[in-house]
Each structure stands twice: as structure tokens, then as C-alpha cells.
């Protein structure tokens, strides 16, 4: 018999829960960690990654079913993109056949497996059943209570964009900002930048976080430039920092300030279109996995802040009736959700417009989102992919996008690269006793990425001649991080907030850090030996498609000491061969700033 659990209901029922195995499938690894002192927990030893890698052809089977599915309102959805960062079908898919390979290995013992979603739980639970392999889903009712609450979650999400719209549409109109739509000329283009908070900087300047200085090349080519923001992450108040941006001069495109109820309401229409896509029988290898695709697109219906990011379609469609053309759009390629929305929009309101998406950042090999599958012949992609680095021509071919759409260009989010190409002297020698552990933004991965690294020092005899500096994202809670800390007993750490990671990387005798960041490039580049943890229960979103010279990924704490102990006993030649490699990976990721790479942009 097999019992699929809340991690809920594990932690109430822990003296009747007493079984041969136990498998944990889930994020929180705090959880885990506390489980783990009660349960007969196997660690994954590279399964989650294993399942990815071995599993890639079936994913994209189930990718294309959402691709080709007879509702093009999917692409106004979050299950559009599949980004495993923020939508859990490749995770639950990964999750499905580590599963069913772990009960199929242990015959008819009594296991019990772990889950942190309960929908997933019973999903898991019934395709077992379906497989011949008796099981059934345990949860508390809370668990049972939070289920049940989805499809009032799914009225509030309609009524808070509907209200937060006319809000902002009634504030633009009874405002000094005008609603009139300005004149524009024959050459006009769009950007379409991500916006937070610090996109103004102390100084009270915008900095663009995407097109650095484009907006200007293009303006200086004769170039009418209009800007259509994507907000995100703002907890501050919205409405005045669109007036800064406006008090800037700012040709702004804001959706509020043209549109009305009638538009918000076809937005609205087109979101509850997308929730009640169906999908029919799709298999996962033996699992038939539409109940899957349902709950997981309904789930995530109507999100306002993607309601909001697809504004920019009914936009597009007001400026096609009031006759303004536009030549070019050009917005930041990562083949997310809100991308989707907006090809289909320009294709269908302004098809003369083209558009390009720009590779501003990093692509991941376990980001199966940034991959588009034969099979997915309705995958709506950009006329033009604007690469940096030489690399990514290779890179983009392997992830299924047509290569005659594909142009080199400049790398202008990280110019600043070149600012840090030389590597001194001083960084071969490498005398400093620092070993900088640079975190991301999730605190799951940081808490991951910390234990391993204490149970890896505590293997090292001469861990305590070295300064441990812990360099955090903006995002991270410090307090939550430092009572994290005190809970495993790490010592003789500092924390560094604000120090800038190239300069930290160059101060080190050695950089540990987790994938999915392009630190992991700018580390590799300043040619500091760089050891980066596998992590268990998470994506490797690596942005390195070579291998690295001195080792592979660590992924138990075991690994993770003995490269500790052979990178900071690296030989001068050793090191001097990193330098060398760094500057490979420079030239081959990062595309400098030049005439003719910006030129592509026009």
C-alpha cells in the first residue's frame, strides 16, 4: 500500500505513519529537513535532474498538446509559457515518474510519499491507482478546505482587476496626465521594458533594466520611440511612479490612459476563455495527465498581474483604430506568457508591425519553457530573435527556434561586463582567505545552498582560517536568512547586502553558488574557481552550455568538500587556466556594444 500525504498531514501523524520508505516530493526544504528527523526519507541523489534529463522528449509531447489546443485563448494564459519557474507542470511531471520508478523499485512494501501540494497528492495518488499500484491520499481538512476555495478565488481575481482598471482609468482621466493618444510619425517604435520600483534610480533618472541606452540610439536614427511598461514586483504605490516617469519626459504608452471598461471587460472575457480551455486525454509516458493540465490552467486563471501585462493587446487594438502605425516592437525575450498575448496581438491588429524579441538575459537548459518542440506548430514566436554572444546562435538552434529569424546583437543589459575583463594579478595569487557564497532570490534554494555548504565546511579541517561572506539578494528576508543560520549552528559568516558580486568574486579565494543567475557568468569570467551546489528539490537553471575545466555540478555535501578543499589549494597555472576560460565564456555569452550590433535593432 502506498500513502500519498500532506506535508500537513505527515507532521500530525507522525507515530502512525511508520513505513519501510519514504520519498519527499516537494520545495520547502525546511520541511524537508524537519521530516527527514522522523521519516526514513531516501535523498534524491540526482533523480529530480535525472527525470528532466531522461524525460525531455515526453515533456515536450505535453507541451505541444497545450501549443495546438483548439482555444487560442491558452496563450493569454500562464500555462502558455510552461516557465518552471513559476508554473508546476514540469515540476509535477518530473515528480510523476521519479514516483512511479521509486514504487515500481520496491514491489509491495508499505511506502509513503511526501507531497507539499495537495492537488497534485490526489492527482499522484489516483494515476497510481490507474497503474496497478494501490494507493490513496491522505490530507487534514484544512488541506481539504484550501482546495475547495478555488473557484472563489477566481471571482475575487476578476473583481480586483475590474476595479483596480477603472481605478487607474478614472485616476488617468480626471488627472493632469491627458488621455489624448498623441501623433505619431512614420518611423515609430515600442519598447517594451520590465519596470520596478529602482527603474528610478537616486539620482531620480529612469534606468532601463533590458534596453540600457536603446531608446536613445534609436532616437538619435531618426526613431520615434514609445515606451509600453511591464510592472512588476511593486509594493509601492503604482499610480505616483507612472507620474514620475511621466514628469521625465517620457513618450509613455500606459493602457489605463487610453483604454476604458469596454476594453477591460473584453481582457476579462478573453482571461475566462483561457480558464476554461480543456484539455483531452494527453499522456505523460503511461499517465494520462489532462486532469493535470486542467486544475494546473485553472489554478492559475485570471492572475491579475497577468490580466494586467495583457492589456498591451487591447492596446494594441485601440491604436490600430485611431490609425497610428507602428514599425517595430521590441521587448525582452524569455518565451513567457505575457510574449505570447502580444505576438498574437501585433499578428492580428498590426500585421505590417514587426516584432523582435530581445535575449536581454541568460537562457536555462532545465528551463524546458525556453524550448519550442517540433510538434508545436501554433507556438507563437517573435519575426525576429535578437541574440547576444556567438554561443547563442548554437543555443537557440538546440531549443527549436527557426535560425533564420535569429540575429546577433548587442549585450545591452550587461555592458558592464567589459568593464571587468582584465583580471589582475592579484586575483591568480588568490591570498585572501574569503569564501563568497553568492544566493538568488529564493529562499528555498538559499536555505538548500546553506545547509550543504555547513555540512561541507564542517568536513574541512582549515574552514576556520577562511571568512564565510554570504552575499544576499535585494529580495531576501535577512531575518528569516539569519534565523535560518543560527537553526543549523553556522558560524564565522559575514553578511554583505550591498557589495557588488564581481567585486566580491574577485576578493575570493573561492565563490559557491546555486544555477539559474548569470552571476554564475560574471564569476566564471573574473576566472575565481566557482563550485555550483545541485539542488535537490530544484531546477538547475544553469546559463552555462560548456562544460566547466574543474569539476561538475556538487550535489551532496560530500562532493561539495572535497572541490572546496581543491579549489582553495589551486596552483597559480590552475589559475591562470581559469582566467583563460573566463575570457572564452565573455566572448562566447556577452555580445560587446558596437555601430553594428546596435544597427540590428532598426
Given amino acids: 500500500m502506498i500513502k500519498v500525504v500532506s506535508i500537513k498531514y ?25 521530516l527527514k528527523k522522523h521519516f526514513c526519507i531516501e535523498d534524491m541523489n540526482n533523480r529530480f535532474h535525472e527525470a528532466i534529463s531522461s524525460s525531455s522528449s515526453d515533456f515536450f509531447k505535453v507541451f505541444s498538446s497545450v501549443s495546438n489546443l483548439d482555444n487560442v485563448y491558452i496563450w493569454s494564459s500562464h ?23 521509486w514504487v515500481r523499485g520496491y514491489g509491495d512494501k508499505s511506502l509513503l510519499i511526501i507531497v507539499d501540494s495537495n492537488d497534485f497528492g490526489a492527482f499522484l495518488a489516483s494515476a497510481l491507482n490507474k497503474l496497478q499500484l494501490k494507493s490513496r491520499f491522505y490530507s487534514t481538512l484544512s488541506d481539504k478546505l484550501n482546495s475547495l476555495s478555488m473557484r472563489p478565488k477566481i471571482v475575487l481575481r476578476a473583481l480586483l482587476f475590474i476595479i483596480k482598471s477603472l481605478y487607474y ?78 514628469n521625465l519626459g517620457m513618450n509613455l504608452l500606459i493602457p489605463w490612459k487610453y483604454l476604458g471598461p469596454r476594453s477591460y471587460l473584453k481582457s476579462l472575457a478573453n482571461g475566462f476563455k483561457s480558464y476554461r480551455a480543456v484539455f483531452d486525454v494527453t499522456y505523460f509516458k503511461d499517465v494520462d495527465v489532462a486532469p493535470l493540465l486542467n486544475l494546473i490552467n ?50 492580428k491588429f498590426m500585421p505590417k508591425t514587426q516584432i523582435a524579441g530581445f535575449q536581454h538575459s541568460v537562457w536555462y537548459k532545465e528551463q524546458l519553457g525556453m524550448f519550442v518542440a517540433a510538434e508545436e506548430i501554433t507556438h507563437p514566436i517573435p519575426d525576429e530573435i535578437i541574440y547576444t554572444g556567438t554561443k547563442y546562435y548554437d543555443v537557440f538552434q538546440k531549443c527549436g527556434f527557426p535560425v533564420e529569424r535569429l540575429r546577433p546583437g548587442a549585450s545591452l543589459r550587461f555592458s558592464y561586463i567589459y568593464d571587468y575583463s582584465e583580471v589582475k594579478e592579484k586575483d591568480v595569487k588568490g591570498d585572501e582567505k574569503i569564501i563568497a557564497v553568492i544566493l538568488n532570490f529564493e529562499m528555498n534554494q538559499t536555505k538548500e545552498v546553506l545547509f550543504k555548504t555547513h555540512q561541507a565546511l564542517e568536513m574541512i579541517s582549515n574552514a576556520d582560517d577562511y571568512t564565510i561572506v554570504i552575499k544576499t539578494h535585494p529580495l531576501t528576508n535577512i531575518s528569516e536568512l539569519e534565523r535560518f543560520l543560527t537553526e543549523i549552528s553556522f558560524l564565522n559568516y559575514e553578511i554583505s547586502e550591498n557589495k557588488n558580486v564581481i567585486e566580491l568574486a574577485r576578493s575570493a579565494s573561492l565563490v559557491i553558488m546555486p544555477f539559474g543567475s548569470v552571476s554564475n557568468l560574471e564569476v566564471i569570467i573574473q576566472g575565481v574557481p566557482l563550485i555550483r551546489i545541485s539542488l535537490d528539490y530544484e531546477f538547475n537553471f544553469d546559463p552555462l552550455w560548456t562544460d566547466y575545466p574543474l569539476w561538475g555540478n556538487a550535489n551532496n555535501a560530500d562532493v561539495l568538500a572535497e572541490q572546496m578543499k581543491k579549489g582553495i589549494m589551486l596552483s597559480v597555472d590552475e589559475k591562470q587556466m581559469l582566467c583563460e576560460y573566463g575570457i572564452k565564456i565573455r566572448n562566447n555569452y556577452f555580445g560587446p556594444i558596437s555601430k553594428d550590433s546596435l544597427s540590428v535593432f532598426i
Fill in 10 to 34: 505527515a507532521g500530525r501523524n507522525i507515530s502512525k505513519l511508520k513505513q519501510n520508505a519514504a520519498l519527499y516530493l516537494g520545495r520547502d526544504y525546511e520541511a524537508y529537513l524537519s
Fill in 79 to 101: 500555462l502558455a509559457s510552461r516557465n518552471s519557474a513559476s508554473v508546476p507542470l514540469t515540476r509535477f511531471l518530473a515528480y510523476i515518474d521519479i514516483a512511479t520508478k
Fill in 169 to 246: 482609468s478614472f485616476h488617468f482621466k480626471s488627472s493632469s496626465l491627458s488621455k489624448d493618444l498623441p501623433d505619431f510619425i512614420d518611423e515609430n517604435y515600442i519598447l517594451r521594458p520590465w519596470v520596478t520600483p529602482d527603474s528610478i534610480n537616486s539620482k531620480g533618472k529612469y534606468v532601463d533594466r533590458n534596453f540600457d541606452n536603446l531608446a536613445t540610439y534609436l532616437e538619435n536614427n531618426g526613431k520615434k520611440v514609445w515606451i509600453l511598461p511591464c510592472f512588476f514586483n511593486f509594493k509601492t504605490n503604482k499610480l505616483h511612479f507612472i507620474k514620475r516617469l511621466n
Fill in 298 to 347: 485553472r489554478k492559475m486563471s485570471l492572475d491579475y498581474d497577468l490580466l494586467e501585462h495583457n492589456l498591451a493587446y487591447e492596446l494594441l487594438c485601440y491604436l490600430a483604430d485611431n490609425d497610428r502605425k507602428i514599425k517595430k516592437i521590441i521587448y525582452p525575450m524569455e518565451n513567457n506568457s505575457i510574449e505570447k498575448w502580444l505576438i498574437l496581438g501585433v499578428k
